[in-house]
């Protein structure tokens, strides 16, 4: 069975450009976890989703940042404009919506370069 | 925000030796995890411990749970090379399967 899947895996765009990043969960998994993780830190939550539903949005960037999960599968996450302090790897993990003590699958990540 | 601090921030051991991970959290929680995450990709699951649990083994990990003082250990045993990597733990808090990371441990295993 396929993991998580994200693309692209590397991108690299200049400031102020736009950009975005999908992600595909484990089939099955209700729920979807965009996270950002920066050189040398652990990952920090962006927006959690519970199938198309997002449930926690507070770490999210409102006035650049938007995410959507249409129909409760895959997720797009995107930036508009970049900032060169955008640059990080974006993480994409998925857990079965319901029992709580379940472990979180990852994607690869997406690492995102600003210059 | 991180839920989690973890220390030490490095660890440099031989092969063979014991490594020693701590984490602190800051409220109370569903479940604590431990993941591993090799440089330049993504983060794997290592063992999950319930917040009604306070010890767990699976294979050369050992993990402990102290609720009261809000702080957990990852013992990995018997070290090899291939254990270098970071490692995680993060926490599941509220109703649904909210996981918030720490700040990591950099574990290096020299030959």
């Known amino acids: 069975e396929a993991g998580v899947v994200q693309s692209p895996r590397y991108k690299i765009i200049e400031k102020k450009q736009p950009v975005a990043f999908w992600c595909n969960p484990i089939s099955g998994h209700n729920t979807l976890y965009w996270y950002r993780q920066n050189l040398g830190q652990g990952p920090e939550l962006l927006i959690r989703y519970e199938n198309e539903e997002a449930v926690d949005d507070s770490q999210l960037p409102k006035d650049r940042f938007s995410a959507e999960r249409l129909k409760g599968v895959d997720s797009t996450l995107k930036i508009q404009p970049a900032e060169l302090g955008d640059s990080a790897v974006y993480l994409c993990?998925?857990?079965?919506?319901?029992?709580?003590?379940?472990?979180?699958?990852f994607g690869q990540g997406t690492r995102l370069t600003v210059v | 925000s991180q839920q989690g601090e973890e220390d030490p921030q490095a660890l440099s051991i031989q092969e063979g030796e014991n490594a020693t991970m701590n984490c602190s959290y800051k409220?109370?929680?569903?479940?604590l995890q431990w993941y591993r995450q090799n440089s330049g990709r993504g983060l794997v699951h290592l063992i999950l411990?319930?917040?009604?649990?306070r010890e767990k083994h699976s294979g050369r990990l050992r993990v402990t749970l102290d609720t009261s003082k809000k702080s957990s250990s990852l013992l990995i045993t018997a070290s090899r090379a291939a254990d270098t990597a970071s490692y995680f733990c993060a926490t599941s808090t509220g109703g649904g399967n909210k996981l918030t990371f720490g700040t990591g441990t950099q574990l290096k295993v020299e030959l």
């Open positions: 993990a998925s857990t079965p919506m319901g029992p709580l003590n379940t472990e979180a699958f």
């Open positions: 409220t109370s929680i569903n479940n």
């Open positions: 411990i319930r917040s009604n649990e």
